[in-house]
Nanobody, 127 residues
Framework: QVRLLESGGGDVQAGGSLRLSCAAS????????MAWFRQAPGKQRDGVAA????????YYADSVKGRFTISQDDAKITVYLQMNSLKPEDTGVYYC????????????????????WGQGTQVTVSS
């Protein structure tokens, strides 16, 4: 059974940085994709960034382009989200998501595109 475990969340002031990590338990996603989503209080869960290993492509939500960077370790087990220049609107619970064989995924930011999910880590950005 695949388990995704996020870490690295916390409280930070606007303009600060955080680095989130998500480790898959004993599985690698060389033939898959991994993504970060976030859910602000009272709002739906939205895609933040994704990395598709089969095609070597990364995707970002417009709201985080230029500030966030998604990356993976060489073993394709852990995915990271480096978040810089944080804003209060970045506040939310951040979830890691993954699946294998992403060739038919039409929308990288759709919740339904991913099969495996972590429990989430809270990020709070104060002004």
């Amino acid at each position: 059974q695949v388990r995704l475990l996020e870490s690295g969340g916390g409280d930070v002031q606007a303009g600060g940085s955080l680095r989130l990590s998500c480790a898959a338990s004993g599985y690698d996603f060389r033939d898959g994709c991994m993504a970060w989503f976030r859910q602000a209080p009272g709002k739906q869960r939205d895609g933040v960034a994704a990395i598709f290993n089969e095609v070597g492509t990364t995707y970002y939500a417009d709201s985080v382009k230029g500030r966030f960077t998604i990356s993976q370790d060489d073993a394709k087990i852990t995915v990271y989200l480096q978040m810089n220049s944080l804003k209060p609107e970045d506040t939310g619970v951040y979830y890691c998501a993954a699946r294998w064989y992403c060739g038919r995924v039409g929308n990288w930011s759709a919740n339904s595109a991913y099969i495996h999910w972590g429990q989430g880590t809270q990020v709070t950005v104060s002004s």
